[in-house]
């Protein structure tokens, strides 16, 4: 993806807060502004804090928010709406066995309108079989991805992979990969950015998987 500078989008979706489009979209992530800042918990809105608290249980091992995370960030668009990413080891026993990155998106009313989660299983991971671990240790790769009902069909699906894949060079310096079984809604995306050549579709070399070039 050849860089892009912000100047070069169209002025009316800056003014106006009207909804990216799929263009914008990807040229926002082709260009080498992204606005991404580091925030602090208290700096969080009420909505962001309950979603992390909720969806960090599974191995916190007690940890409050404020132990448990090691970056916490934000990526503001011209539409108004923003991406908070959070990343934190979760832990079996207290062994630390995967790496992974809550993403959370709000409106401009700060409304979280959809979700997603980036994991890593870490080596020390004993819970995958044997024969499975090529396929599943290593690499980032989309653990979820969910827009809420009633902010269907307005690209914010689109978007957050999008973010995916820019979190996941940010923080693991490598592509984002697919799910194994991606639904048939992100099988499309997928298929669309392979189209684009931004993405390669799975093969064995990919663990089976879609990943982003």
């Not at 992530?29 to 909720?54: H, R, W």
């Not at 060079?169 to 639904?183: E, V």
Request: proline fraction near 6%; charged fraction near 25%; hydrophobic fraction near 30%.
């Amino acid at each position: 993806m050849a860089e892009t500078s912000k100047s070069e989008y169209p002025q009316k979706a800056y003014d106006t807060l009207e909804p990216m489009s799929r263009d914008d979209i990807e040229k926002y992530f082709a260009g080498s502004n992204i606005p991404c800042e580091d925030v602090g918990l208290d700096d969080l809105p009420a909505s962001i804090l309950e979603t992390l608290d909720e969806q960090t249980q599974r191995g916190r091992d007690g940890r409050s928010l404020s132990e448990l995370f090691d970056t916490v960030s934000s990526i503001q668009y011209p539409d108004g709406f923003t991406t908070y990413f959070a990343s934190y080891l979760r832990s079996d026993n207290n062994v630390p066995d995967e790496k992974v990155v809550k993403v959370i998106d709000t409106n401009a009313n700060e409304i979280v309108v959809g979700n997603g989660t980036i994991v890593f299983y870490l080596p020390t991971n004993t819970s995958i079989v044997s024969g499975a671990r090529h396929k599943m240790i290593g690499f980032p790769f989309v653990g979820t991805t969910d827009t809420l009902s009633e902010h269907r069909q307005q690209g914010l699906g689109a978007r957050r992979l999008f973010v995916m894949g820019y979190i996941s060079r940010k923080i693991f310096g490598m592509p984002l990969y697919s799910g194994l079984q991606p639904s048939p809604q992100a099988k499309s995306l997928w298929d669309t950015l392979v189209q684009e050549e931004l993405a390669t579709p799975p093969t064995g070399e990919t663990h089976h998987r879609y990943r982003f070039l």
